[in-house]
């Protein structure tokens, strides 16, 4: 084989590599968005008239927070010790959607670039696949809500424009000072918080632990009021348990059972995973 021949190899090998992780990314998408294959009386979570009631509950909520606590608790964190604020300011870039977006896109690629195999190496490969994407799209829904109508509410984050005004709004304002509602941060976490506890109960009490700071920490860098937290941790959590459904509802990952209620499907063991890793390491 000559050196010409060993790039060429190469790059045609790269090349149907790449064609068929293309092909499967489309193919996965395809399954993303077919008809509902599990019908239930109601697709929603909750009837027009529990919405209807939730809803006015969380703005009543949202309005209090903003009249009692948002300016308290900013004046509240010049009273929090330096050592303290320093460890939220470490923490807070977890919350970033790119931590979790890219390492998930990138397996799910990888995946997606994987030669065929037999029936149940490949059945466990989907099943990765399946959870990765969902991970996915349930923490990516959420931030690409937040991003957008952030910058129609506008709302001033804390002592923009010289003063602590909680009712500080420029609608349809594209400046970072005026994207504080909802926070992405707290979408973010708490996004992470439904989805990974959705296929890792275990893990909750962390997911948990996790959310909680990084939505405290937002608040003690000033970075937003109180309310702009519960706002984006709302969203975290709506926007992941409907993926979680829109999944259910397609028998990927999950299923409703008659009663209604969502379970996850079987995964791929560790004992399965690690034998296909080995077969694929040794191809």
Known sequence: MTATNGIDSGACTAQTALRRCAANVAAAFTLLVRPVRIHVRNP???APQQFAIAAGLVLVIFLLTMFFIDAAAI???DHLPPWIVWSFDQITDFG??????WPL???FLALAALPS?????QLVLTAIMVRAGF?????AVPGLFVNVVKHIFGRARPMVGGSLDPFLFSPFSWPPDYAG??????????SVLVAFGSLWPRARTIMWIYALLIAASRVALTA???SDVLAGALVGVVGALLVRRWFALRGLGFSIAPDRVLHQKPGASLRRIKSVARELLGQ
């Open 44 to 46: 929603w979570p909750l």
């Open 75 to 77: 004046r509240g964190v």
């Open 96 to 101: 970033k959607s790119g931590c979790f977006l």
């Open 105 to 107: 896109g990138i397996l």
């Open 117 to 121: 195999l037999p029936r149940v190496p």
């Open 135 to 139: 991970l996915f799209v349930a923490i």
């Open 181 to 190: 509602l909802p926070s992405g941060h707290a979408a973010t976490a708490f």
């Open 224 to 226: 937003h009021y109180p």
